[in-house]
């Protein structure tokens, strides 16, 4: 009798603990999330990638062409409509002269530049990485992304999504300034 | 700088922002009073739930009256606006942009369980107070839930400093009669769940559940269910004339989201039936109460957690993802608790025969079961792999298509003799006779409508027909018998039973001969030249240009004739919105009962020559009519007579 009715409570249970799984895959996958985990990459040399140069016929865009010192890699592409979001204040950056270096990603390279003719320029250079193939080295989810590198080419930060003053301010002008002294 | 005369008006999100806190006081109030109430037998405090909820709809209307404000004037320092409005975007989508994204869509989301709180605080005097007591309770503790996720997480007031010269714009897909007007319908049923929820709850707190409970909760799901059906087939319908390429439905995890807690939902429904008739299935009909809410929540969670969606979809974001995730948790884990230790479903007294409408009913629970949990898993099972570090893998709709059919065909045959048998026990005998038309039509109208319309296409299409077919012509047996004076008048929620099921018929009927006999072909056509499809000639005469108020499109114009006389012109076509740039596919349309005439503009192929995509889809408007027939099912049945009485009143159906 009482073993009967204890049977009929685990059964009643089973929704519960079918719930308890659950929750915990999404906790997982939350944790998964590219916009919670930081990129294994901190702390890291920033990968390498020799790339053509998207405004620059013919010519190639490797780590050893960037400037001394800390810079900035903006992943972007011209389907991402994030891309347009953020390109005013990278417009507004280029204007102040920051070391911004754009990764145009999984585009048509004709498709990108007439893009940055419509909105203007804010990059001192532009790998194309049509393929994704360096995106992958970097571990990019998707655009828009921006990476931070500090004066010893060491990965310091990245943001996912677009990138704004107050992001911009807390996480990336320490690094920046602290590097131009 | 602003003009300080300007006073209130510019204060107008920030008393938006204000009325939300004030309802979230409200939505504590509501929550606390009369479920402490209901439990210390304190009768004012229980009075309390009903100008608590009113006053909580007022505030958040008062919010979504000031975000709407704030959109129509163009408030560009206004963060959500300037993301997602323009000074070109059209007076009416301004005002649909408020539910255009996360934020509003929230606010909007809230506003509807707002006003279902509101209307159970109105309709529910012949209620038991302690019963009313804790619905409003458990109404309150979810918009407590939702009000703080807004507040905390999804501002959608917060300012823009400096404020933006102008918009964004709103994403070019929603603009779109259909689209403008399908959130709020599935979020009536989504949030319209909430109710049967908070009842199963409250039977569960109060340790009681018997028939009069059942009769009080079956219009309200009922309505819900109504509004998720027709929001369903609405999206449907959009994705099909506006994504470009036809298709209905893609099993994609948004579309599961809102698919899930409607085969929930209908299996809901069913059981309440057997609960209020005949007092049993009342732990099934608690834990589908449960499950049907919990899956919208858990819908609310894939599409707003982004778990699920595009990596490319940075709507999402990892602390809403969070909250919802927490706040499923805690609802869902206490319900489910609660229902594990109250054992409060009455122990049956009676029994039934294994040819009755009770084993029908049970069948249906549990295929209805099966579907929403095979649906379930194929859009969770990628997201486990992933956690379990098994590789990134999607399952795609060749896995749905199957494990969709297979109870699902079963069903309708057992939806059909279900509908005719008796509660109880039913006499074989009579029941055979009932049933001999309908089947009759069904195999003769397999066998006219393959060998006059359609052809051969297989023993699976037949199979499907003869379900859809044989669903419908069971559901209007009564119907029909009434007309022809040999049957007794069915009463309203017969009526709707039947129609609803006719609904259901004319859906399966319309998704299988699509599917069978659908023609799609993509073809490089050259001004001036022909194209064959189904008998039907497309040529595409030319390609002009087209201007429209935030957008410039490139319009085909494409004559379809057969058999050299004019049928109709076709006018596709490719849109570029001003602001965003994004290419938009409008598809031409010819609609028809006995076939749709579509054709989508692709890409300009040189200077002459377009790639064009040109289908015929027989039967593709029975899907949406079916789901429409559905909706109004349910509403005939919710307007039946008994459910307003206060005492029950016996039989009818």
Same mark, same amino acid.
């Given at each position: 009798? &009482?073993?009967?009715?204890?049977?009929?409570?685990?059964?009643?249970?089973?929704?519960?603990?079918?719930?308890?799984?659950?929750?915990?895959?999404?906790?997982?996958s939350l944790g998964r999330d590219p916009g919670l985990v930081?990129?294994?990459?901190?702390?890291?040399?920033?990968?390498?990638? &020799?790339?053509?140069?998207?405004?620059?016929?013919? &010519?190639?865009?490797?780590?050893?062409?960037?400037?001394?010192?800390?810079?900035?890699?903006?992943?972007?592409?011209?389907?991402? &409509?994030?891309?347009?979001?953020? =390109?005013?204040?990278?417009?507004?950056?280029?204007?102040?002269?920051?070391?911004?270096?754009?990764?145009?990603?999984?585009?048509?390279?004709?498709?990108?530049?007439?893009?940055?003719?419509?909105?203007?320029?804010?990059?001192?250079?532009?790998?194309?990485?049509?393929?994704?193939r360096a995106g992958i080295d970097w571990g990019v989810y998707?655009?828009?992304?921006?990476?931070?590198?500090?004066?010893?080419?060491?990965?310091?930060?990245? =943001?996912?999504?677009?990138?704004?003053?107050?992001?911009?301010?807390?996480?990336?002008?320490?690094?920046?300034?602290?590097?131009?002294? | 700088?602003?003009?300080?005369?300007?006073?209130?008006?510019?204060?107008?999100?920030?008393?938006?922002?204000?009325?939300?806190?004030?309802?979230?006081?409200?939505?504590?109030?509501?929550?606390?009073?009369?479920?402490?109430?209901?439990?210390?037998?304190?009768?004012?405090?229980?009075?309390?739930?009903?100008?608590?909820?009113?006053?909580?709809?007022?505030?958040?209307?008062?919010?979504?009256?000031?975000?709407?404000?704030?959109?129509? @004037?163009?408030?560009? #320092?206004?963060?959500?606006?300037?993301?997602? #409005?323009?000074?070109?975007?059209?007076?009416?989508?301004?005002?649909?942009?408020?539910?255009?994204?996360?934020?509003?869509?929230?606010?909007?989301?809230?506003?509807?369980?707002?006003?279902?709180?509101?209307?159970?605080?109105?309709?529910?005097?012949?209620?038991?107070?302690?019963?009313?007591?804790?619905?409003?309770?458990?109404?309150?503790?979810?918009?407590?839930?939702?009000?703080?996720?807004?507040?905390?997480?999804?501002?959608?007031?917060?300012?823009?400093?400096?404020?933006?010269?102008?918009?964004?714009?709103?994403?070019?897909?929603?603009?779109?009669?259909?689209?403008?007007?399908?959130?709020?319908?599935?979020?009536?049923?989504?949030?319209?769940?909430?109710?049967?929820?908070?009842?199963?709850?409250?039977?569960?707190?109060?340790?009681?559940?018997?028939?009069?409970?059942?009769?009080?909760?079956?219009?309200?799901?009922?309505?819900?269910?109504?509004?998720?059906?027709?929001?369903?087939?609405?999206?449907?319908?959009?994705?099909?004339?506006?994504?470009?390429?036809?298709?209905?439905?893609?099993?994609?995890?948004?579309?599961?989201?809102?698919?899930?807690?409607?085969?929930?939902?209908?299996?809901?429904?069913?059981?309440?039936?057997?609960?209020?008739?005949?007092?049993?299935?009342?732990?099934?009909?608690?834990?589908?109460?449960?499950?049907?809410?919990?899956?919208?929540?858990?819908?609310?969670?894939?599409?707003?957690?982004?778990?699920?969606?595009?990596?490319?979809?940075?709507?999402?974001?990892?602390?809403?993802?969070?909250?919802?995730?927490?706040?499923?948790?805690?609802?869902?884990?206490?319900?489910?608790?609660?229902?594990?230790?109250?054992?409060?479903?009455?122990?049956?007294?009676?029994?039934?025969?294994?040819?009755?409408?009770?084993?029908?009913?049970?069948?249906?629970?549990?295929?209805?079961?099966?579907?929403?949990?095979?649906?379930?898993?194929?859009?969770?099972?990628?997201?486990?792999?992933?956690?379990?570090?098994?590789?990134?893998?999607?399952?795609?709709?060749?896995?749905?298509?199957?494990?969709?059919?297979?109870?699902?065909?079963?069903?309708?045959?057992? *939806?059909?003799?279900?509908?005719?048998?008796?509660?109880?026990?039913?006499?074989?005998?009579?029941?055979?006779?009932?049933?001999?038309?309908?089947?009759?039509?069904?195999?003769?109208?397999?066998?006219?409508?393959?060998?006059?319309?359609?052809?051969?296409?297989?023993?699976?299409?037949?199979?499907?027909?003869?379900?859809?077919?044989?669903?419908?012509?069971?559901?209007?047996?009564?119907?029909?018998?009434?007309?022809?004076?040999?049957?007794?008048?069915?009463?309203?929620?017969?009526?709707?039973?039947?129609?609803?099921?006719?609904?259901?018929?004319?859906?399966?009927?319309?998704?299988?001969? *699509?599917?069978?006999?659908?023609?799609?072909?993509?073809?490089?056509?050259?001004?001036?030249?022909?194209?064959?499809?189904?008998?039907?000639?497309?040529?595409?005469?030319?390609?002009?240009?087209?201007?429209?108020?935030?957008?410039?499109?490139?319009?085909?114009?494409? @004559?379809?004739? @057969?058999?050299?006389?004019?049928?109709?012109?076709?006018?596709?076509?490719?849109?570029?919105?001003?602001?965003?740039?994004?290419?938009?596919?409008?598809?031409?349309?010819?609609?028809?009962?006995?076939?749709?005439?579509?054709?989508?503009?692709?890409?300009?192929?040189?200077?002459?020559?377009?790639?064009?995509?040109?289908?015929?889809?027989?039967?593709?408007r029975f899907i949406w009519l079916g789901a429409l027939i559905?909706?109004?099912?349910?509403?005939?049945?919710?307007?039946?007579?008994?459910?307003?009485?206060?005492?029950?009143?016996?039989?009818?159906?």
């Amino acid at each position: 009798m &009482s073993s009967g009715r204890r049977r009929v409570r685990w059964i009643l249970l089973l929704p519960c603990a079918a719930l308890a799984v659950m929750v915990y895959f999404f906790g997982v996958s939350l944790g998964r999330d590219p916009g919670l985990v930081p990129s294994p990459l901190i702390g890291r040399a920033a990968p390498e990638f &020799s790339l053509p140069e998207l405004l620059a016929p013919g &010519s190639v865009f490797s780590l050893q062409d960037v400037e001394e010192g800390p810079w900035m890699l903006n992943i972007w592409a011209s389907w991402c &409509s994030g891309c347009i979001v953020e =390109h005013e204040f990278l417009m507004a950056l280029g204007r102040a002269g920051a070391p911004l270096y754009g990764l145009n990603w999984k585009d048509a390279p004709a498709d990108a530049r007439e893009w940055l003719q419509l909105r203007g320029n804010p990059y001192r250079a532009i790998a194309v990485d049509a393929n994704g193939r360096a995106g992958i080295d970097w571990g990019v989810y998707g655009a828009p992304e921006t990476f931070l590198i500090d004066a010893k080419g060491i990965v310091r930060y990245r =943001h996912v999504g677009p990138l704004d003053e107050a992001v911009f301010s807390q996480a990336f002008l320490p690094v920046l300034e602290g590097g131009a002294q | 700088m602003q003009d300080r005369t300007l006073g209130l008006i510019s204060m107008i999100p920030e008393i938006g922002q204000i009325s939300l806190a004030l309802a979230l006081c409200l939505a504590a109030a509501l929550a606390v009073f009369p479920l402490a109430g209901a439990h210390a037998g304190n009768v004012r405090w229980m009075e309390a739930g009903r100008p608590c909820a009113l006053g909580m709809l007022a505030f958040v209307a008062l919010a979504f009256a000031m975000l709407a404000v704030s959109f129509l @004037r163009h408030d560009f #320092s206004v963060q959500y606006v300037a993301l997602h #409005s323009n000074l070109k975007l059209p007076a009416m989508y301004r005002f649909a942009a408020i539910w255009g994204a996360h934020e509003g869509s929230l606010v909007l989301w809230q506003l509807i369980l707002s006003s279902w709180t509101a209307a159970v605080a109105l309709a529910s005097r012949s209620l038991p107070p302690t019963l009313r007591a804790r619905v409003l309770g458990v109404l309150g503790l979810i918009s407590i839930g939702f009000l703080l996720f807004i507040l905390l997480t999804s501002n959608p007031f917060l300012r823009l400093f400096p404020a933006a010269a102008d918009g964004a714009d709103l994403n070019p897909l929603l603009q779109d009669p259909a689209l403008a007007i399908h959130p709020p319908l599935l979020y009536m049923g989504y949030v319209g769940l909430a109710v049967p929820f908070a009842f199963a709850i409250a039977a569960l707190l109060g340790g009681r559940l018997d028939r009069r409970w059942a009769r009080w909760t079956r219009p309200w799901t009922t309505a819900a269910w109504m509004f998720l059906t027709v929001g369903i087939a609405l999206g449907s319908w959009w994705a099909y004339y506006e994504l470009g390429w036809g298709g209905w439905w893609f099993w994609d995890p948004v579309e599961n989201a809102s698919f899930m807690p409607w085969l929930a939902g209908t299996a809901l429904i069913h059981t309440l039936a057997v609960t209020e008739r005949r007092g049993l299935f009342g732990n099934t009909t608690l834990l589908l109460a449960i499950a049907a809410f919990g899956l919208s929540l858990l819908g609310t969670f894939l599409v707003r957690s982004g778990v699920l969606v595009s990596v490319h979809a940075f709507a999402s974001d990892p602390a809403r993802g969070l909250f919802i995730l927490v706040f499923l948790a805690i609802v869902m884990g206490g319900a489910l608790l609660l229902y594990a230790f109250r054992n409060v479903a009455a122990n049956p007294q009676t029994g039934f025969k294994l040819v009755s409408r009770e084993s029908a009913l049970l069948v249906n629970t549990v295929l209805l079961s099966a579907a929403t949990v095979l649906v379930l898993f194929g859009t969770l099972y990628p997201l486990a792999l992933d956690a379990l570090d098994m590789g990134k893998i999607s399952v795609g709709p060749p896995y749905f298509n199957l494990v969709f059919i297979l109870p699902m065909l079963p069903l309708l045959l057992v *939806v059909g003799a279900g509908m005719h048998a008796s509660w109880k026990a039913t006499n074989t005998a009579a029941w055979g006779r009932k049933l001999r038309v309908p089947a009759a039509v069904a195999i003769l109208g397999v066998i006219v409508l393959t060998a006059a319309a359609y052809g051969f296409a297989g023993i699976l299409t037949g199979i499907g027909m003869l379900a859809g077919l044989w669903v419908i012509a069971a559901a209007l047996r009564d119907p029909v018998a009434w007309l022809l004076r040999r049957g007794p008048r069915p009463g309203r929620s017969a009526w709707g039973m039947q129609l609803a099921h006719c609904g259901l018929g004319v859906t399966t009927l319309g998704i299988v001969v *699509v599917s069978a006999w659908g023609v799609e072909t993509d073809r490089r056509l050259a001004l001036g030249e022909n194209l064959e499809v189904s008998g039907y000639e497309f040529q595409l005469e030319r390609i002009e240009e087209v201007e429209g108020p935030n957008y410039q499109a490139a319009q085909g114009v494409v @004559r379809v004739s @057969r058999n050299g006389r004019p049928v109709t012109t076709l006018y596709p076509q490719k849109r570029v919105y001003e602001v965003q740039q994004s290419p938009m596919t409008e598809a031409g349309i010819d609609a028809g009962w006995r076939h749709d005439l579509f054709v989508a503009l692709g890409e300009p192929l040189g200077e002459e020559a377009w790639s064009v995509r040109v289908q015929v889809k027989p039967l593709v408007r029975f899907i949406w009519l079916g789901a429409l027939i559905m909706g109004l099912g349910g509403l005939l049945a919710i307007s039946d007579r008994r459910y307003r009485m206060a005492s029950p009143k016996e039989d009818e159906s």
